[in-house]
């Protein structure tokens, strides 16, 4: 009887081990992961015009300096397909993000940029 409790143990410590091997796994793939463009910080990959509306024309609000970092999508037009960003290569993403423009958020203002002035931090 004590042999059997033995082996009923030593199996499901192994199999505990190996569950949680695979969430450390499985939750380390997920941060490399971008999953949504929505919730990551983006920086201004040059100085770019901050303006009112999405349209180019659109009345400056002010001038995001080339580096400045923490700017948040609130959205963008055409909207992101998320299953084509979170499974999208880098060079995807960044085709994404040429294709648009965006409101962002950065430094307390909200304005519109196109998204190819935006790089992922």
Sequence with gaps: MLKRIVVFIAAHAAFFGVAA???????????AQTDNPYMLNFEVRGDTPLRSGPEADAPMISTLASGT??????WCRPEFAIEHWMFGSANRQRQLLDERVCEVSAGGQV???????????
């Design 69 to 74: 970092g923490d700017v948040r999508l609130r």
């Design 21 to 31: 091997a695979i969430v450390v796994a499985s939750t380390a793939e997920a941060d």
């Design 111 to 121: 304005g519109f940029v196109p998204g190819r002035a935006l790089s992922v931090q």
